[in-house]
């Protein structure tokens, strides 16, 4: 490294264009960044107290503009004016106005406040006022952090339910959590936070995006704001809305203890990652970042009208998938969060997106093939929200090997089937167990399948057994906003009542809907609240609502404690029995009981007489047992030890009516004990014991769950 001069008395030296970013090493920081288009760059460091410093880097390497800067340091605030062609007709839309934030920020100062100087606003030319003062800085942050002892969890695929979470709405209205902590990383870490979690036994805590994300001025104008945060300006940054303890640099330290905490419970770190756009929109929206640095480099243009954006995430703008610094940002915002902030996996929204290479969906895209290669990232839990808004964008079931996707087919067969539709029997069936037919062509296995009833997008698990329509009023958009097809039932009456009947048979629904997820092959996910009846009083939709509609209310888990127990119950169940959390599909596989070989799984008829061709295609078939052999597992644990299960009889009835099961014969089991009912609000029944050949009467719109010894114990 040689000295290249000063600038205003800040001495700079030429540094190197790799790791793009901030990079300190405990003597000064070196700075880079990536601009194909650019004239001349600028590195502008700013004070306490608001002044600016300007740098000039000069140094080009490969597209990459960097310098080093001896005694500069964590906390130091920065941004970047790029200097270049201002031609929207051909994609370039440089404005050295623009006070830039770097994509690779570790920490982000700040928020946009929607000034006009961050728009695009003349007709003739770029917007002239300046940008300084209302956008976001960068922070030059210290790597060093004492990780002790921490080792990610590792759990196996077939072990994991996944907690989708919210930041702040999981902990800001807890009791037990100091106020000055709710709605923080701080917070999700409190030991009354975690004695939750770890009690329910959940295994994987999936938050919500917490890369830096924007406030836009639309919903601000309304008095709402984006509390998903499905909005990211910032790939590597912690958001710094939900720091408790500062937001230079700090946020980074706060959610890096977070981690160390969460995987001291025993608790891996999923991050819900938004890669397919970015938060500056379509040429409408303001300029922050990426487009004032390389437009036409960054974003996927209209091919021909290259002043356009191609957009097949509904949000404005579409990443270039295809273009080598878009694909090196990812992957280094991947590892980034893998090696230094210890997350174990991730959940990539609208994944369909980052498979267009060109146009079209491709499995082979260069995106599949650098996650498949990479010692780091093919490592850790890889989940695909399997669609996007494009043409060809919904991909369920098509994603490569190393992958597992939110399976929207089993949401919608478990919804259409507890509310008692017409031929609904035979896919609801293919869901739960493990949806063979979509990934088994692939020689997946149930891990690909990651179930849920309920997420963050659409109704609470209350509220899908409470309203047939959405309630959206109070998102300002005339209840026009989400979706409209939700395959819900208000068992009687439109939202809130005091009907004990309609109540009684929502806390049924739920309790069906929560057994049926937690007794399914495959990954099963919660929507946070749903084990304490959290409602969003109908809203379907509520991403801008940062307020008591979206945040938990933990008032809750003493009025709902019925249910919050019923959900530990099956829960605890699950993780007890490999034949309910299988690590391969069913294949026929036989064991010998009472001389006769009995297949790994059996579809039965209320009469107990097996399921036929016929009997799988009758419009009014909405009640089935299931037989799981627990004698049958043909492989071993991870370990290689032999593995031997109790085996279950699952009783299923959607029906108005009660329906009387015959329990079958002695070849499949003497006697059975009841671990569960549905029909029994209290939590786990007394174990009443049924012998085989008995009638057993499952209540209307209920389920029951059998078991009894295996033979090989």
Known sequence: MTARGTAKGVPVWSGYPYPLGAAYDGQGTNFALFSEVAERVELVLVDDAGRHTAVPLTEVDGFVWHGYLPGVGPGQRYGFRVHGPWQPSVGHRCNPAKLLLDPYARAVDGQIDNDASLYEREPDGPAPADSAGHGMLGVVTDPFFDWGEDRPPRRPYADTVIYEAHVKGLTR???????????????????????????????????????????????????????WGYNTIGFFAPHNAYAAHGTRGQQVTEFKSMVKTLHAAGLEVILDVVYNHTAEGNEKGPTLSFRGIDNASYYRLVDGDWQHYYDTTGTGNSLLMRHPYVLQLIMDSLRY??????????????????????????????????????????????????????????????????????????????????????????????????????????????????????????????????????????????????????????????????????????GRQQRNFLATLLLSQGIPMLSHGDELGRTQRGNNNAYCQDNEISWIDWRLADEQRELLDFARHVIGLRAAHPVLRRRRFFHGETATRKGQPLPDLVWLLPDASEMSDEDWQRPDAHSVGVFLNGDAIAEPDP???????????????????????????????????????????????????????????????????????????
Not at 186 to 215: C, K, R
Not at 661 to 677: A, S
């Open 173 to 227: 209205t807890h009791p037990e959590v100091p106020p000055e902590l709710r709605g923080t990383y701080a917070g999700l870490a409190h030991p009354a936070v975690l004695a939750h979690l770890t009690s329910l036994g959940v295994t994987a805590v999936e938050l919500m995006p917490v890369h830096q994300f924007v406030q836009d001025g639309v919903l601000q104008g309304r008095g709402l704001a984006n509390y």
């Open 639 to 713: 370990c290689g030890r032999p593995v031997v299960d109790d085996s279950f009889l699952l009783l299923l009835n959607s029906h108005w009516e009660p329906v009387d099961f015959r329990l079958p014969d002695v070849r499949y089991g003497e006697r059975w004990t009841t671990l569960i009912d549905t029909a029994v609000p209290q939590g786990p029944p007394d174990e009443a014991e049924h012998k085989a050949g008995t009638d057993m009467t499952v209540a209307a719109r209920s389920l029951v769950l059998l078991s009894r010894p295996s033979a090989g114990r």
């Open 337 to 506: 969060w893998v090696t230094e902030m210890h997350v174990d996996g991730f959940r990539f929204d609208l994944a369909a997106t980052l498979a267009r290479q060109f146009h079209e969906v491709d499995r082979l895209s260069a995106f599949f093939d650098l996650i498949q290669q990479d010692p780091v990232i093919s490592r850790v839990k890889l989940i695909a929200e399997p669609w996007d808004v494009g043409e060809g964008g919904y991909q369920v079931g098509n994603f490569p090997p190393l992958w597992s996707e939110w399976n929207g087919k089993y949401r919608d067969a478990v919804r259409d089937f507890w509310r008692g539709e017409e031929h609904t029997l035979g896919e609801f069936a293919s869901r739960l167990t493990g949806s063979s037919d979509l990934y088994a062509h692939s020689r997946r296995r149930p891990r690909a399948s990651v179930n849920f009833v309920t997420a963050h997008d659409g109704f609470t698990l209350r509220d899908l057994v409470s309203y047939n329509d959405k309630h959206n009023e109070a998102n300002g958009e005339g209840n026009r906003d989400g979706e409209n097809d939700n395959r819900s039932w208000n068992c009687g009456a439109e939202g809130e009542t005091k009907d004990p009947a309609v109540l009684e048979l929502r």
